[in-house]
């Protein structure tokens, strides 16, 4: 029963009546984080974290680390960087390139590729700062070879042309000098 205002006429018992305190606790998202926010927890309970987020990290845990409510606290989304897994395709023909990793926001760093009577003329796609996993491939052009006919001391003519990797060069014929012949 509640307390009256005049006291009692005769003998009561009083009885008292107790709610668990209730604490606000903040959840920060951290630097450059975001969500958190504001919930309550009654004394002695495990606090409920809120949901957070930081794009190109891995959520890693609180700090401090979350304990039974005791009072206001406020926990802080501690975060690790993320890694891509970044592809490099040597393309057809090509050895070499493989998968390495790359932190969120950094640019790759290119593996080594290669491709006998070919000339390395880049990556496929550009390459662009890690905010995924991705595949670079390898980009070739022919390697074209100078190939010269020299006439050799009982001729003239002959010249330089190019003849690209893998190909039959076409001679350039020179003109044998009087008294000889090709």
């Known amino acids: 029963p509640s ?9 009561t018992t009083y ?15 951290g630097t450059g984080g975001s969500g958190g926010g ?4 009654y004394y002695g309970a495990t606090p409920t ?9 891995d959520f ?5 680390s979350i304990a039974t409510c005791t009072g206001p606290a406020t926990y ?13 395709d040597p393309g057809t023909g090509g050895s070499g390139g493989g998968t ?30 890690a905010t995924a996993d991705a595949t670079y491939t390898a980009q070739w052009t022919i390697h074209n070879y100078n190939i010269t006919w020299a006439p050799g001391d009982h001729g003239t003519g002959g010249g330089t042309n190019t003849c690209p990797y893998g ?11 009087t008294g000889y012949h090709f």
């Open 100 to 129: 390495n990793t790359c932190a969120y926001g950094s640019t790759p760093t290119p593996m080594s590729v290669s491709r006998a009577g070919y000339d390395f003329a880049g990556w496929s796609p550009t390459i662009v700062a």
């Open 167 to 177: 190909s039959t060069p076409t001679p350039i014929v020179p003109t044998a000098n």
């Open 60 to 64: 890693a845990n609180w700090s401090p």
């Open 3 to 11: 307390v009256p205002s005049i006291g009692p006429s005769g003998s």
């Open 76 to 88: 802080t989304a501690q975060w690790t960087i993320h890694y891509y897994n970044i592809t490099w």
């Open 49 to 57: 974290p809120m949901s957070v987020s930081r794009v190109g990290y």
């Open 15 to 29: 009885t008292a009546q107790w709610s668990l305190n209730s604490y606000t606790i903040t959840w920060s998202p």
């Open 38 to 41: 504001t919930n309550s927890c």
